[in-house]
């Protein structure tokens, strides 16, 4: 799995880093970005979880 969010789209709320901050990460301009390339499959429900709770839809999965 991979995981990637749109710049355009988040607005820093944070709900990723909550649910699964192995995977995401706040930039230092308040944007989340995703720090591992492929997703291990022990975090692949976490990562379902923070892309259903992004308020901003902003995760994508694939
Ligand atoms: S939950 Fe969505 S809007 Fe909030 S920081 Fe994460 S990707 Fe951005």
Known sequence: MKATVDSDSCRGHGVCLTLCPEVFELTDD???EV?????????EDAVRSAAD????RAITIG
């Open 30 to 32: 308040g944007y989340a």
């Open 35 to 43: 720090i591992v390339s492929d997703v291990p499959a022990e975090l």
């Open 53 to 56: 709770g992004c308020p901003e």
